[in-house]
């Protein structure tokens, strides 16, 4: 079973600054794994996603996030935060790849405020 | 990109009336599809996922009676909210995956469902 802990329902940043959102996942085969940002009343955007390959995975608006197999984390960043940023933010695992069987599972997520 | 529309956006019913919503893949074959719901201020959480032609898998605790699914054809599913109560308003997001590793996973913009 895949499951998802995002640490920190709420991350307030000011503008400018760095941005670090945490996703922890847990999988019992080597999972996909996601960001999707939300908007209120709104569906989720894909910032990025992470499969195989480089575990360094750049996404939109500026946001990267690194895979980490060891440590089980894929933790979303940015180097400077815009105040257009504000959003909720989710991460995800997909077990089984993209088979028939496999499915999306989020975590909690994690609101980003920003302070002008 | 893959695109997908989701109708309604929101939606308001009388108590006892059923509600479908529907999903579309505009510009891939979806050969998956998944409906989520989502409370005020929480994650998505999965309520079933249906492939084109066969019976929807429900995630334990989802009553299939209430919450009817069709995918009829590679590009549409529909959730029908049948007997909808007031506790079976939220937010209705579905999503679609082609059948290839470079589709992913698409989301539509959501349908807010509110029962009076």
């Known amino acids: 079973a895949q499951s998802v802990t995002q640490l920190g329902s709420h991350v307030s940043v000011s503008e400018g600054a760095l941005v670090l959102l945490r996703c922890n996942y847990s999988s019992s085969v080597p999972p996909y794994l996601f960001w999707y940002v939300q908007y209120p009343n709104q569906g989720l955007q894909l910032l990025l996603k992470?499969?195989?390959?480089?575990?360094l995975v750049k996404g939109i608006n500026g946001f990267e996030a690194e895979f980490k197999k060891s440590e089980t984390s894929f933790h979303l960043t940015k180097p400077s935060a815009h105040m257009s940023d504000a959003a909720e933010y989710f991460c995800a695992v997909s077990s089984s790849g993209y088979s028939s069987a496999s499915k999306i599972i989020f975590g909690s997520g994690t609101r980003l405020s920003i302070r002008p | 990109g893959a695109v997908v529309s989701q109708h309604p956006s929101r939606v308001i019913c009388k108590s006892g009336t059923s509600v479908k919503i529907e999903c579309r893949s505009l510009d891939f074959q979806a050969t998956t599809m998944f409906w989520y719901r989502q409370f005020p201020k929480q994650s998505l959480m999965l309520m079933a996922t249906?492939?084109?032609?066969?019976?929807?898998?429900?995630e334990q605790g989802v009553e299939k009676d209430k919450f009817l699914i069709n995918h009829a054809s590679l590009t549409l599913s529909t959730l029908t909210v049948t007997s909808a109560h007031p506790e079976d308003s939220s937010f209705y997001i579905c999503?679609?995956?082609?059948?290839?590793?470079?589709?992913?996973?698409?989301f539509g913009s959501g349908t807010r469902l509110t029962v009076v």
């Open positions: 999503s679609a995956r082609g059948g290839s590793a470079v589709s992913g996973y698409t």
């Open positions: 992470y499969t195989t390959g480089a575990t």
């Open positions: 249906s492939n084109e032609g066969s019976k929807a898998t429900y």
